[in-house]
């Protein structure tokens, strides 16, 4: 199936895109072909311990085409980062052993290490989804950890994808809980875009909203089945992160579907490194902010009494950072640098249209953070912050410092130049219902 087949909105003719996408049942039957038209006679089979095992009951022939030796199949550690080191071992494994291209079996991480790996290598990639755990797989970035900064990088999307459903839906319940997550985000995430070009000029489109909308409520609509292992629910959720996906080959960036909510996802991922503790669901953590923005966007859109704050010096808050951030400051500081660097001007446009603003705002319809919660509950996924295990005062803490790690406008930056922030914090967590 052509990407164009599986979305009915029309498609730009000039996107990188997948050449073929495979969602249904029964589909490992498939990966001979796969292997043989996208990635030649020399594949590299990349998994960890966990994805490759989600195969266990398929045949290696089946798999590959051909038995696997040990010198075509390089295992990861088990629960391993998407850093750059690792992208760094991989690309040494494919230039230095002659392989004509890399074949991930995997979700979130394999598949960001096999993308960003077989782009500095030139070589193609195609992707078997052992979980529908995230949105990533279809899309033009890949996201890495360098220096302890998690950012997206520009990366070519697979030449091909599988999502057997048979395989999603074996697949520990969380996982798709976690994509479900994900893919809540894109109300949140998509008017922060908006607030981005209104306030900066970065750029704005509606046809990436236009190309996941109707599957975003399709995979909504079939929550209650995924932890039930239901194959149509899951096929429906693959459908709306395989084109949640292609909205950012369209926008040209992760901006269609990565706002507020994953900063403060991303910000306690860094955290969680550095202190040497497990991390979390990424999907799942992105729910649970998605509710914290969303009620945020609702305060903010009843807001009339803004306060805007005096330009700051960047003295004082590359101070503020520096403490607030710790070990993370370093790789943190250019980022904030740079969008300090636009404070005056968006500060002005506030103060002159903030009305205006808010009534553009008011006119996405962004659901409540009660809506996002409902759905997020019918798939028994992760709705409160006790179900991350999160102290409130921590993501307290994170929604007054997740803004500083990267240069992306959001809800959050919003809230601290109109004087909303920090005051009214606590607000929001009361609000959101997490």
């Known amino acids: 199936m052509k990407l164009t087949e599986l979305c009915s909105e029309p498609l730009p003719g000039d996107l990188d895109l997948s050449e073929e996408i495979l969602i249904g049942n029964d589909l490992c039957g498939e990966m001979p072909r796969l292997v043989s038209e996208h990635i030649g006679p020399r594949p590299l089979w990349l998994a960890d311990p966990s994805t490759w095992n989600a195969l266990g009951d398929v045949d290696l022939d089946c798999k590959t085409g051909r038995p696997v030796g040990e010198e075509g199949l390089h295992l990861l550690p088990g629960h391993p980062h998407a850093d750059t080191e690792q992208v760094g071992r991989v690309c040494g494994l494919v230039e230095g052993g002659g392989f004509s291209g890399i074949v991930a079996v995997g979700s979130g991480t394999v598949n960001d290490i096999a993308k960003m790996a077989a782009t500095l290598s030139s070589v193609p990639y195609i992707a078997f989804a052992t979980a529908a755990s995230m949105?990533?797989?279809?899309?033009?970035?890949?996201?890495?950890?360098?220096?302890?900064?998690?950012?997206?990088?520009?990366?070519?999307?697979?030449r091909?994808?599988?999502?057997?459903?048979?395989?999603?839906?074996?697949?520990?319940?969380?996982?798709?809980?976690?994509?479900?997550?994900?893919?809540?985000?894109?109300?949140?995430?998509?008017?922060?875009?908006?607030?981005?070009?209104?306030?900066?000029?970065?750029?704005?489109?509606?046809?990436?909203?236009?190309?996941?909308?109707?599957?975003?409520?399709?995979?909504?609509?079939?929550?209650?089945?995924?932890?039930?292992?239901?194959?149509?629910?899951?096929?429906?959720?693959?459908?709306?992160?395989?084109?949640s996906?292609?909205?950012?080959?369209?926008?040209?960036?992760?901006?269609?579907?990565?706002?507020?909510?994953?900063?403060?996802?991303?910000?306690?991922?860094?955290?969680?490194?550095?202190?040497?503790?497990?991390?979390?669901?990424?999907?799942?953590?992105?729910?649970?902010?998605?509710?914290?923005?969303?009620?945020?966007?609702?305060?903010?859109?009843?807001?009339?009494?803004?306060?805007?704050?005096?330009?700051?010096?960047?003295?004082?808050?590359?101070?503020?950072?520096?403490?607030?951030?710790?070990?993370?400051?370093?790789?943190?500081?250019?980022?904030?640098?740079?969008?300090?660097?636009?404070?005056?001007?968006?500060?002005?446009?506030?103060?002159?249209?903030?009305?205006?603003i808010r009534a553009e705002l008011?006119?996405?319809?962004?659901?409540?953070?009660?809506?996002?919660?409902?759905?997020?509950?019918?798939?028994?996924?992760?709705?409160?912050?006790?179900?991350?295990?999160?102290e409130k005062d921590e993501a307290i803490d994170a929604l007054s410092r997740a803004r500083d790690i990267r240069d992306r406008y959001t809800v959050l930056d919003l809230a601290f130049e109109l004087g909303f922030f920090p005051a009214g914090i606590s607000q929001v967590m009361a609000h959101s219902g997490v």
């Open 135 to 158: 949105n990533g797989y279809s899309s033009g970035i890949a996201a890495i950890l360098a220096d302890g900064l998690k950012v997206t990088v520009p990366a070519r999307p697979p």
């Open 160 to 243: 091909a994808l599988i999502m057997d459903s048979n395989v999603l839906a074996k697949a520990p319940p969380e996982l798709a809980q976690a994509g479900l997550g994900d893919l809540l985000s894109k109300p949140v995430s998509t008017a922060d875009w908006w607030l981005g070009d209104r306030l900066e000029g970065r750029g704005f489109d509606e046809l990436p909203g236009r190309i996941v909308d109707d599957a975003v409520r399709q995979a909504a609509t079939h929550a209650t089945g995924l932890p039930l292992g239901d194959l149509q629910a899951h096929e429906a959720l693959a459908r709306a992160l395989v084109l």
């Open 245 to 356: 996906g292609t909205s950012m080959v369209a926008a040209g960036s992760s901006s269609p579907a990565s706002g507020g909510e994953h900063l403060l996802s991303h910000l306690w991922d860094m955290e969680a490194l550095v202190s040497n503790q497990p991390l979390r669901l990424h999907g799942a953590q992105v729910g649970v902010a998605t509710c914290i923005c969303a009620a945020l966007y609702h305060l903010l859109i009843d807001f009339d009494t803004p306060r805007f704050p005096k330009l700051p010096e960047w003295a004082k808050t590359s101070e503020r950072i520096r403490i607030a951030h710790g070990e993370l400051a370093d790789a943190v500081l250019p980022q904030a640098e740079k969008k300090f660097s636009g404070f005056a001007q968006r500060s002005a446009i506030l103060q002159e249209d903030w009305p205006q």
């Open 362 to 390: 008011a006119s996405f319809g962004i659901p409540t953070s009660q809506e996002i919660r409902t759905i997020l509950q019918a798939a028994r996924a992760p709705s409160t912050l006790v179900e991350l295990n999160l």
